[in-house]
Nanobody
Framework: QVQPVESGGGLVQAGASLRLSCAAS????????MGWFRQAPGKEREFLVG?????????YYADSVKGRFTISRDNAKNTLYLQMNRLKPEDTAVYYCAARLVFSGYVPAAKDEYNYWGQGTQVTVSS
């Protein structure tokens, strides 16, 4: 099993950058496809971006963040990252990372496909 723990959220001004981290407690972290989601008050949890396990080399971005957000992972550190640039007030939400054991290059994009979730970290972007 893997237990994701997010960090790096905070309050920033519009146009700023922020990097979120997700530390995962699993010796087999590299075997997990990972994803970032967010949920704003009163809205559904939204997929942002995913990255394949070490069995592939794929990423998949939602159109809403393509070109502004970048996902990466460091398997040696059991850590997933989300670099967020040119933040907007509408990016305000709780950000979650999620994991799914995948023995291929497949990148899950639906929240129901992920088995393990962190507690989330709040990102607030002021105008």
């Amino acid at each position: 099993q893997v237990q994701p723990v997010e960090s790096g959220g905070g309050l920033v001004q519009a146009g700023a950058s922020l990097r979120l981290s997700c530390a995962a407690s699993a010796r087999t972290f590299s075997r997990y496809a990972m994803g970032w989601f967010r949920q704003a008050p009163g809205k559904e949890r939204e997929f942002l971006v995913g990255i394949s396990s070490s069995y592939g080399a794929s990423t998949y971005y939602a159109d809403s963040v393509k070109g502004r957000f970048t996902i990466s992972r460091d398997n040696a550190k059991n850590t997933l990252y989300l670099q967020m640039n040119r933040l907007k007030p509408e990016d305000t939400a709780v950000y979650y990372c999620a994991a799914r054991l995948v023995f291929s290059g497949y990148v899950p994009a639906a929240k129901d496909e992920y088995n393990y979730w962190g507690q989330g970290t709040q990102v607030t972007v002021s105008s």
